[in-house]
């Protein structure tokens, strides 16, 4: 994802953060394996926005995994499938 914000603009930076951080962000998403940046949408309670950030960066996501981006993340493989005749 950190990969992927950059190539999209995004000027990213790395730290560790509290809780009360996340009161406060306009936008907070999860990603791993299965998350596929998915937004959080309320954290103890207090409400958070689904952005245009979180959006982008989970769609550019999403084109890559899928071979459809033009952005090339160096983690994707094509593999193509040979029929037993």
Known sequence: MIAIARSLGY??????????????????????????????????????GVGPVTEAIRDEYLRCVRGLSSYEPGWLEH???????
């Open 11 to 48: 000027t990213v930076i790395e730290r560790n953060l509290i809780r009360s951080d996340l009161y406060l962000a306009d936008e907070v998403f999860m990603s791993g394996t299965a998350a596929e940046g998915t937004p959080l949408r309320s954290v103890d309670d207090v409400e958070l």
């Open 79 to 85: 593999v193509t499938l040979e029929l037993a005749a």
